[in-house]
């Protein structure tokens, strides 16, 4: 039980499978213990997140074009699901496009993350928001206002 | 209808503190919102209903010292970012006067159970400070750099784009229209 709370459940959904692999090589060289959980859909991670019983992750990284459910329809169904609300949620993209930065924000997004080109970006800027989020849910900070582009 | 509040979390965090004590009649001195002196020693059977009522306001009781010791780094930071004559002074002889350990020990400590440097925090503390102005007020950019003590607005900006990615206006932006957006509006 005391070990389980130091361990961050973080899960990813995306649909190209070179970009999971590297996501996950990089998540396993930082420092902070997680158990990553993978989906290759919006639907697959939907469908995870409702069963009953489920220990929800704390974080999700949410690629926004997939087959089946996208990113942006994940997000909201997340947002409006009470039991959900409280997950951090990451947006993890190749866009970099203002307007859907700023419409993923407004639906209720807390970090923008593009996709790296290299992977020791990739292994940095990972550990930078699972320190974010870290910090929100060990502190005194609002977090209706976490909201960080990467 | 729809109405908005704001919260004072020091006051909510000792008032809970209180009632939860009082409602177990167990004597006590509240020395703020981290912090409660229990006079007389507790059955584990009180400790056990104390931490499940405090559990469903999200308040925990804090057993291991190096947790104990980071949450006292926080708290401390809190009271220096808020008060007036703390500014003047360096974190580190601030922390380390308040605290009665070295800085080194107090930094190395924070690092390596939150994987983040106190300045580091710091710096999120104050952004997220500015952020709630911009949110909850209807302060200026520049007064909210007046009352955070940045040495000027273009600092609190520059510092702003920094840490967050996100320009204030931009923020303040999208904060907007969460608020139009009548999910959010709970």
């Given at each position: 039980m005391e070990n389980?709370?130091?361990?961050?459940?973080?899960?990813?959904?995306?649909?190209?499978?070179?970009?999971?692999?590297?996501?996950?090589?990089?998540?396993?060289?930082?420092?902070?213990k997680t158990k990553l959980s993978l989906y290759n859909n919006g639907q697959e991670l939907m469908d995870a997140l409702n069963l009953?019983?489920?220990?929800?992750?704390?974080?999700?990284?949410?690629?926004l074009n997939m087959p089946v459910k996208n990113g942006m329809q994940c997000l909201k169904e997340i947002r409006m699901n009470p039991n959900l609300k409280g997950i951090t949620i990451a947006i993890y993209s190749?866009?970099?496009s203002e307007k859907d930065i700023e419409e993923t924000f407004v639906n209720g997004a807390n970090i923008y993350?593009?996709?790296?080109?290299?992977f020791s970006k990739l292994r940095k800027s990972v550990e930078r928001v699972l320190q974010l989020d870290w910090q929100y849910h060990t502190s005194n900070l609002n977090k209706d206002n976490f909201l960080f582009r990467l | 209808m729809k109405i908005n509040v704001k919260f004072d979390f020091k006051v909510c965090c000792i008032t809970i503190l209180e009632e939860q004590l009082n409602k177990l009649n167990i004597p006590h001195v509240v020395h703020g919102p981290g912090e409660v002196e229990i006079k007389k020693s507790l059955s584990s059977e009180d400790l056990n209903t104390?931490?499940?009522?405090l559990n469903s306001y999200g308040i925990e009781i804090l057993d291991e010292q190096k947790v104990v010791l980071v949450e006292r780094i926080k708290n401390t930071i809190e009271e220096m970012l808020e008060g007036d004559e703390a500014q003047l002074l360096k974190v580190s002889s601030y922390l380390s006067d308040k605290l009665n350990y070295s800085y080194a020990y107090l930094s190395n400590l924070f690092s390596e159970t939150t994987f983040t440097s106190i300045e580091n925090f710091i710096i999120l503390r104050k952004v997220d400070r500015t952020k709630e102005l911009m949110a909850n007020t209807n302060l200026t950019l520049t007064e909210i750099a007046f009352r955070l003590?940045?040495?000027?607005?273009?600092?609190?900006?520059g510092q702003f784009k920094k840490t967050t990615g996100l320009t204030p206006t931009m923020f303040q932006k999208i904060m907007k229209r969460r608020k139009e957006n009548s999910q959010y509006s709970s």
């Open positions: 389980n709370k130091n361990i961050l459940n973080i899960a990813l959904a995306d649909d190209d499978m070179d970009d999971r692999m590297l996501f996950e090589e990089a998540i396993e060289e930082i420092e902070i009953p019983n489920v220990i929800l992750p704390n974080l999700i990284f949410l690629d190749t866009s970099s993350l593009n996709k790296p080109n290299n | 104390l931490s499940d009522n003590n940045y040495s000027s607005v273009a600092h609190l900006s």
